[in-house]
């Protein structure tokens, strides 16, 4: 009797153990899984691909053009400027915030200054207006008086005149114009400059 009696205790403890083992998985199947935590991302994050085109024509009547493809990022704090050749190799870097910016060549060269549209000529021949792009890609006008502005049905800017620039923007979407052409006259050339903002990805 005592041999069946510890036989029988002993399939009582593992049926036990069998339903409490039963019980923690089913709470562990009905435990939501945590979320995974998303990346911090900026309210003001931004960004814009597509290509560009330069036209100087100088006061002798030598033109010179270059052109390729840009990619803008912009976390609202910092912004980076990508230029690349026709064919998509990157050419030069350009990073920077208020009052600092940065160029960084393919060969490693790197060259700081206040300026980025002075970077830009140094990389591609003539000057961008980086600081006004800051502001023009996102269909909004820089900071201080514009001249001539003229605005869309929708109260868009459509053009004007800042920092020496004259801009059109037109095509736009819910980021901004999709193409900008910008104008300068100085005394010994005429600067054209001309993006066309790559369609979003439909998927």
Known sequence: MNGVAAARATARALARAAAAAALAALAACATPPR???APDISPDAFSRVGRFAITVTHGDGKIQAVQGGFAWRDDGRHYQLDLTSPLGSTEARVEGRPGSALLLRTDGSRLQADDPDALV???LGSPVPVGGLRNWLR???MPGQ???LKRDS???PESFGQD???ARLSRYDAQGPRLLVLRREQPRRAISVR???DAPDPS
């Open 35 to 37: 979320p995974a935590i």
């Open 121 to 123: 000529e140094d990389a």
């Open 139 to 141: 269909g909004r006008l």
């Open 146 to 148: 514009a001249e001539d």
């Open 154 to 156: 929708q109260g868009r």
């Open 164 to 166: 020496g620039w004259r």
């Open 195 to 197: 993006l066309v903002v």
